[in-house]
């Protein structure tokens, strides 16, 4: 695949990657990574790819992130867009849970 985000396990790993590399969080803060896909009314694609990061919340993960985490989220969707075929949205949100 040439380096390239295929599957959902692709989608998983290179957020964990980014996770780690550019902010600094370990993987015991990240709780869960669900992938999935919703159709939608477009007439082009037909669906897009949900991806949901639950982060542990707490002061480390808040100060690695900054103060608005869907900023990182619109960052990271936009690395998952280029490595991926490009051919079918993808929408990213992070979720900070305490329990």
């Known amino acids: 695949t040439n ?10 790993l290179f957020c964990v990657s980014e996770l780690s590399v550019r902010y600094g969080l370990s993987q015991n803060v990240i709780r869960s990574i ?6 939608t009314d477009a007439r082009d694609c037909g669906y897009q790819i949900n991806v949901a990061i639950t ?17 990182v989220a619109s960052r990271i969707e936009k ?6 075929a490009g051919i079918y949205p993808i929408r990213l949100k992070i979720i900070l849970s305490e329990s």
């Open 3 to 12: 380096n390239r985000i295929v599957t959902p396990a692709d989608i998983r």
């Open 34 to 39: 669900r992938v999935h896909r919703n159709q």
């Open 55 to 71: 982060l542990k919340d707490n002061n480390f993960v808040r100060r690695s992130l900054g103060e608005n985490p869907d900023l």
């Open 79 to 84: 690395g998952l867009f280029v490595r991926s």
